[in-house]
Each structure stands twice: as structure tokens, then as C-alpha cells.
């Protein structure tokens, strides 16, 4: 992992990334000290990290960029304390190992929102469970009580997702779909399987990002408050 730098200056908070991690924190402190606006860069061996603290009440992992960039600029953690992360994408060691660190220390729940497809749940399974390709995976770079707050099959008609933003389910979707239906980090949470065995029966997905048809700041004023607001998470 190469060393964290900060890419945004927040008021008495600090945003940092590295080439596939981007997280911001609320009055986190780096051995005893607590960072400043500009923050202190994170050092590449991140088991060497010592004394981490933070006022966070969780942690919201996020699948992508963009609606990440949206909570940093709505300053969504200062009205819900929280640590935002996201690897845009599917993560690498650095960032599950920072994932499992942090959630292992600060004792706080990992909230998800990803995309509503297949490949928005596979991505959890390798912060969850690995990667199949990484057979040496160890303990640190897992994070197995993983929550899924979102975007979920079920909130496509629970919050009146317009036609539009629906997107059909590819032949290839489908066939992830069901293949992910024999995974175990599925199979051992009834909710889980369920939404996902909706997701395949109605053959559709949409993006975090279709959410903004209700506006450029829904995901940050209204859909994740009432999700948090009611504990709507799996």
C-alpha cells in the first residue's frame, strides 16, 4: 500500500487516499495526536498503525467514487459520525486490510452501499471472505459481519426507483446471480438470500447512482438518513 495522502481538506477533518482507497474520518488520531485539516499521511504498513481512535459511530463502505465525492462534499459524517471508505471499486489488500484494522480496533458496525447487482455483492465477498485468487487470505484482510444497508432489490419499489433508472439484468447478471445464490456468506443470511433471489427473479439492477433522479443530494438528505434512522440493514 503506498502512503496515504490527503486529496481533501476538510474543517477539523481530514480526507486521504492512496491509489485505490479514499476514506475521510471524523477526529481520528494517529499515536495520541489528532490530525488537523491537512491530516498526517498514513504509513504503508498498516499493521504498524498504533493507538487508533475515533468518535466514529460506524463505518459506511461505499462501491463507488461518485457517491462518495457526494458525501465528502455534503459533509455527511458531520451529522452522522462515521468513517467513509471507498476503493472504488473491487478492493485491493491495502484496502481490506485497512477495512478489517479498523473495524477489528474502533469495535463499530461496516455499513454497505453498493450498487443493486451482482457485482456490487461480489465485491462485499471479497471484503468478507476473500478473494478466490489469494488462496494464502488471512484473517486481517477479512471483514465478516459485514451490513447491507443498500441499494438493495427491495428499495427499487420501496422508494419508487422511476422505470427509467432500472436497468434490465444481462444473461451474464443473471447467471452471477445465481451462482452467487451458492456462496456461502449468502447462504448463511436468510435476508441476504432473499433480496438476491428477488434481484434474479425481476431480472433488475440499478446503480447507487439512480437515486440522484430525486435529486443531487438524496442519497446524503433523505435515503440515508431514513435508512439509518430506522436500522434498515441486513
Known amino acids: 500500500m503506498s502512503?496515504?495522502?490527503p486529496v481533501l481538506y476538510l474543517p477539523s477533518e481530514s480526507c486521504l487516499c492512496s491509489q485505490s482507497t479514499m476514506f475521510f474520518i471524523s477526529a481520528m488520531y494517529y499515536k495520541g495526536t489528532k490530525m488537523g485539516v491537512g491530516g498526517k499521511a498514513i504509513p504503508p504498513y498498516i499493521d504498524k498503525i498504533e493507538n487508533i481512535q475515533s468518535d466514529a459511530e460506524f463505518i459506511l463502505l461505499v462501491e463507488?467514487?461518485?457517491?462518495?465525492?457526494r458525501m465528502?462534499?455534503?459533509?455527511?459524517?458531520?451529522?452522522?459520525?462515521?468513517?467513509?471508505?471507498?476503493?472504488k471499486g473491487q478492493p485491493d489488500v491495502a484496502s481490506r486490510m485497512f477495512l478489517s484494522r479498523i473495524?477489528?480496533?474502533?469495535?463499530?458496525?461496516?455499513?454497505a452501499l453498493v450498487d443493486s447487482d451482482p457485482y456490487g455483492l461480489k465485491i462485499l465477498s471479497v471484503y468478507m471472505s476473500g478473494s478466490k485468487n489469494?488462496?494464502?487470505?488471512?484473517?486481517?484482510?477479512?471483514?465478516?459481519d459485514i451490513k447491507w444497508l443498500g441499494l438493495r432489490p427491495s428499495d427499487l419499489n420501496r422508494y419508487d426507483l422511476p422505470?427509467?433508472?432500472?436497468?434490465?439484468m444481462t444473461d451474464n447478471d443473471i447467471k452471477t446471480?445465481?451462482?452467487?445464490?451458492?456462496?456461502?456468506?449468502?447462504?448463511?443470511?436468510?435476508?441476504?438470500?432473499?433480496?438476491?433471489?428477488?434481484?434474479?427473479?425481476?431480472k433488475e439492477k440499478a446503480e447507487i447512482q439512480a437515486l440522484?433522479?430525486?435529486?443531487?443530494?438524496?442519497?446524503?438528505?433523505e435515503y440515508l438518513p431514513r435508512k439509518l434512522r430506522e436500522g434498515d440493514w441486513i
Open 3 to 5: 502512503v496515504l495522502v
Open 64 to 69: 463507488k467514487e461518485a457517491a462518495y465525492m
Open 72 to 87: 465528502a462534499e455534503d459533509r455527511f459524517y458531520q451529522k452522522y459520525p462515521c468513517i467513509v471508505i471507498t476503493a
Open 103 to 111: 473495524a477489528s480496533e474502533l469495535q463499530i458496525p461496516v455499513l
Open 134 to 144: 489469494m488462496s494464502y487470505d488471512s484473517a486481517s484482510l477479512t471483514t465478516p
Open 163 to 168: 422505470e427509467q433508472c432500472r436497468l434490465k
Open 177 to 202: 446471480g445465481k451462482e452467487l445464490l451458492q456462496e456461502s456468506f449468502i447462504m448463511k443470511n436468510p435476508e441476504w438470500m432473499k433480496e438476491l433471489q428477488k434481484m434474479v427473479k425481476t
Open 212 to 221: 440522484s433522479s430525486f435529486g443531487f443530494q438524496y442519497v446524503t438528505e
